[in-house]
């Protein structure tokens, strides 16, 4: 009985050693992390606005305010007649309300500043939204053509823009994503590895900026819309495991 007792006590021993070196080797094969690689893939496409947003400012000043009126009332008439002019179509011009404005001269005099009322500004804005690019470019600086017939009128800077954008962004992020994937391949491959699979993948901030411009990306992103063609890049940072 005693030498029963015994084998049946070496038997347990063992089975219990043995149970816990297998279950410590798969506690160390899970802890184990594997092998990965974390990479970040770009795109950049440049590419040509194909919508044009124009605005200009005329204005009148009077010190009456009724012939301040009269005034930007002749006025507006001659830009109506120099866009028709141009082939712009009455339902394509936008005229904002007009604004007035209280004008001041400040003077000096007996150690003491004062100041002069010089009359009322009104002013008005036209604005144009088109995709003919090229005709509203022209128009935007041919308006001098107003100030020789003494207009007071101002021209901003067009805005450009691309109707297409959101085609592009998604077009853009399947390319930084087959980017990323490409990178992490070659790094597998020069560690004698294969990808595995796909653990993480943020999206970068999309960045338009100015074709072959000095524009510095933002964190927020970077929209540009005073260059006719543009730069748009985007980033994706992925992490792959290997094998």
Not at 84 to 112: Q, T, W
Request: with cysteine.
């Amino acid at each position: 009985m005693k030498n029963n007792s015994l084998i049946i006590t070496i038997i347990a021993s063992v089975a219990l050693i043995l149970a816990a070196a297998v279950f410590g080797s798969r506690i160390a094969q899970i802890k184990k992390p594997a092998k990965a690689v974390k990479v970040t893939g770009i795109c950049e496409r440049t590419f040509e606005s194909d919508l044009i947003v124009w605005k200009a400012r005329f204005s009148a000043q009077n010190m009456d305010l009724q012939s301040g009126f009269s005034q930007l009332k002749e006025d507006r008439e001659q830009v109506l007649k120099f866009l028709e002019g141009k082939g712009i179509a009455k339902d394509m011009i936008d005229l904002s309300s007009i604004s007035v404005e209280k004008m001041f001269d400040s003077r000096y005099n007996n150690n003491n500043y004062y100041n002069v009322f010089t009359g009322y500004k009104l002013t008005q804005t036209v604005k144009i939204e088109s995709n003919d690019v090229d005709k509203i470019e022209k128009i935007s600086k041919d308006v001098t053509e107003l100030i020789n017939n003494d207009v007071m009128i101002e021209s901003e800077m067009p805005k450009y823009y691309y109707t297409k954008l959101d085609d592009l962004k998604i077009e853009m992020l399947e390319n930084a994503s087959a980017d990323a994937y490409e990178r992490a391949s070659v790094i597998a491959q020069g560690s004698k590895s294969k990808i595995d699979r796909l653990t993480q993948s943020q999206m970068g901030v999309f960045q338009i900026v100015g074709y072959n411009s000095d524009e510095d990306y933002s964190w927020g992103g970077t929209f540009n819309t005073s260059s006719r063609k543009k730069t748009a890049s985007i980033t994706v940072k992925s992490t792959f495991t290997l094998k």
